[in-house]
């Protein structure tokens, strides 16, 4: 991609997003107020994140690879799952994905 694409795209990108905002603050009460509707908005946050961290683990130069960082993330969605503080999944994940990075 060249610059002139790249600030193309940023600049559609905002104003689409600008452009959304606006229609969300216009949208009736009466819509936001379904039960559907919460539910799905409050687990938005929740994917995109999950899809954050899968895409910064598996994904290096482009590629899609397996290495210490997803050991790391797996020992700390252990530690979450064993309802470990959110210090100790950090130390654990850390840990987990240094010891694999130097000795496997």
Known sequence: MTTNSIWLTILISSALIFIARIIGY?????I????????ITTLI???LLAALVG????VKSGEVV???RLAGLLAGAIALRLKRSFLVVLVVAGLTGALVYNFI
């Open 26 to 30: 216009n949208v009736p009460s009466s």
């Open 32 to 39: 936001l107020a379904k039960e559907r509707l919460q539910r």
């Open 45 to 47: 946050p929740i994917v």
């Open 55 to 58: 895409s910064q683990t598996m």
């Open 66 to 68: 397996i290495d210490h």
